[in-house]
């Protein structure tokens, strides 16, 4: 090829071309066609190179400009608009279920094959209004009722994240298996109806025949029959019952917030705050809290959250959990950023609690260190840490434990404050944006604490 | 729930397509803070005139006039010993690009398979000079080679990725 082109070429990538160079190079790319291809083909090389890398700006950005026309309508569309959880069927992944019947059904994400018929490939499927009947290749057939949070894993075997099925099983899909949490149920031919919480809780009901429920974490088995049911919690199998006792789900019941004994604090909530920081960025109101691990000053981002006590009003923390509805932000790619660990800590010099939630800078950012993953180790407590598995795009995250119940029972002043890292890196500099749902997203959860009390 | 759906659209329309309007920018302005700043603008004017895209059209080309536009915009905005080059010879080089997209687009994609078959250290630089954006004189620096040496190895880089990208397209 042209010698004399490629020169100039490699001028304009570093950035040293001088004006008369230039106007050469124009000359040669103008007359002749050959040249111009060449000059194309080779910038664009170099182009592909940065572009991985330009444009990881917060979709936020630009959607918090006004849409023309259309003023009266942009508050309600704003956080939307960035908050967005798209789902992507992989291409050329075989179904493994179909789409059989939807009511009503509004799905999160542009991409989901919403028409009756449709084939499910193995993904996250999310139902935020409607009753869909998902019939999988096995010949089992789920119920799946909004708002629901289930993941395709094969024909014989689902993952409800969140929300509430009902399972038919004939007996040429015996076998099949539901997991939430640490709970295997495995049908036996039957129907059966389970609720999952979101955060590792669980309750079967067998409407007919017979399911057997497994323990993970403790390797507690059980085997339950028509008109039986049980409650799975996190650490172990809660209690096992008969539905006549209770004909509704006992689950909904337990973690409901207003339940005495038991307490439940968005975020949202009276002096509650979140937002996240990023250098050269003010976000007010983000409906996704954004968290990224990088070498990028620029594109560091630690989310902050306050949640307001005083409905505790002093009394004794049993136990308590942290939850975040992790939220797809189009930002970034994930096959470069492999499990991400993230890590809490909480805010122990409550001096810093009066914190901003409006443009809060990095630099004014409750105890927040210079490093993508850094807090002020004099004034925070590391209360624990979760992982989301590379390629999620929802699921609710958290932590639990005496770390965090001892936080909350030292707190004096009616406010925490909790600052969430990501402590994993990304593998290129065009990772993953990792994003929570905030307290202005539209339709997933705010940050919460869930607090039992002590008897 | 229009208002949604509409924003909706937008955001996953702008996902697909960002990568490859990203690389048109860049081909058109290689200075890489003036394209990060131009991406910029074209995806809030892209927002705000999303009203008069007619959806199942075209996004892609939709969005690269949009982007071409403000690559003039911006270029105005710009003195005039700034500018490398002629309107004319953006216009020239824009028509070039339309007329082989498809054949672009499958190179970029090839493009990380080929970044993979470079010898670890190679990737190295690459990484610097592209990811993390540095100048030739900080890639020196924190490579432990001259800054010659730099721009040597950068071009013969380059030279190899568009070697194997052409490569592979042809031979798919």
């Known amino acids: ?455 | 729930m229009v208002d949604q759906d509409k924003a909706e659209s937008f955001v996953y329309l702008l996902a697909r397509h960002e990568r490859q309007v990203a690389a048109y920018v860049l081909t058109l302005v290689p200075q890489r803070a003036d394209a990060d700043d131009i991406l910029q603008e074209a995806k809030v004017v892209m927002w705000r005139h999303f009203a008069e895209f007619t959806p199942g059209t075209n996004f892609g080309a939709w969005a690269r006039k949009i982007a071409f536009n403000q690559i003039l915009t911006f270029r105005k905005k710009r003195k005039r010993d700034h500018l490398h080059f002629s309107e004319e010879f953006l216009h020239a080089v824009a028509d070039e690009i339309e007329s082989s997209l498809p054949s672009l687009d499958e190179r970029q994609q090839r493009l990380g398979d080929c970044l993979a078959k470079l010898q670890t250290d190679h990737q190295e630089i690459v990484r610097l000079r592209y990811d993390e954006g540095l100048g030739i004189e900080e890639v020196a620096g924190r490579s432990g080679r001259t800054v010659g040496a730099v721009y040597r190895l950068l071009s013969r880089l380059r030279a190899q990725l568009h070697q194997c990208v052409g490569r592979t397209v042809e031979a798919s």
Request: hydrophobic share 45%; proline share 6%.
């Open chain 1, 1 to 455: 090829m042209n010698e004399e082109l490629e020169a100039l070429c490699d001028k304009l990538a570093d950035e040293t071309l001088t004006p008369e160079e230039a106007r050469r190079l124009e000359k040669l790319v103008l007359e002749n066609p050959e040249m111009r291809r060449a000059y194309v083909e080779r910038m664009h090389v170099n182009a592909a190179l940065h572009g991985e890398s330009v444009g990881d700006r917060p979709l936020a950005d630009v959607v918090a400009q006004p849409q023309r026309r259309t003023r009266r309508w942009l508050l309600a569309v704003v956080p939307l608009a960035a908050a967005i959880a798209l789902w992507f069927a992989r291409p050329g992944s075989p179904a493994v279920a179909t789409l059989v019947a939807s009511k009503g059904c509004r799905w999160e994400g542009g991409a989901l094959p919403t028409e009756p018929g449709a084939h499910l490939p193995a993904g996250r499927l999310r139902l935020t209004e409607g009753l869909a009947t998902i019939a999988f290749a096995s010949g089992a057939e789920v119920k799946l009722e909004a708002p629901a949070d289930l993941e395709l894993v094969s024909a014989m075997e689902a993952v409800l994240h969140r929300g509430s099925l009902v399972a038919h099983v004939p007996p040429r899909a015996r076998g099949f298996q539901v997991r939430s949490g640490d709970t295997t149920l495995i049908d036996h031919g039957t129907e059966f109806g389970l609720t999952a919480d979101g955060t590792g809780g669980s309750e079967v009901r067998v409407l007919d025949g017979l399911v057997e429920a497994r323990h993970g974490r403790t390797g507690e088995q059980l085997r339950l029959a028509t008109g039986e049911g049980a409650v799975f919690g996190q650490e172990k199998i809660l209690s096992r019952g008969s539905m006549a006792d209770s004909p509704e789900q006992l689950l909904r019941a337990m973690t409901a917030p207003t339940v005495v004994g038991d307490l439940a604090v968005s975020s949202s909530f009276g002096r509650g705050r979140a937002t996240f920081v990023q250098r050269n960025v003010s976000a007010t109101a983000p409906p996704v809290l954004l968290v990224k691990n990088t070498q990028q000053p620029l594109w560091m981002r630690k989310a902050f959250v306050a949640f307001d006590m005083s409905t505790l009003r002093g009394r004794p923390v049993a136990s308590a959990t942290l939850s975040f509805a992790l939220a797809a932000t189009g930002l970034g790619y994930a096959s470069f950023v492999p499990d991400a660990e993230f890590a809490i800590y909480g805010v122990t010099d409550e001096a810093l609690d009066g914190w901003q939630e409006t443009g809060l800078a990095w630099d004014d950012a409750p105890a927040n260190g210079a490093g993508p993953a850094d807090v002020d180790a004099a004034r925070t407590v590391r209360l624990g840490s979760f992982v989301v598995p590379q390629g999620a795009v929802g699921g609710t995250f958290g932590i639990g434990g005496p770390e965090l119940a001892s936080f909350l029972a030292r707190d004096r002043d009616g406010v925490v404050t909790f600052v969430l890292v990501r402590t994993t890196r990304e593998t290129r500099l065009t990772g993953l944006v990792h994003g929570f749902a905030g307290n202005h997203h539209p339709f997933l959860p705010p940050p919460m604490l869930r607090i039992a009390l002590s008897k």
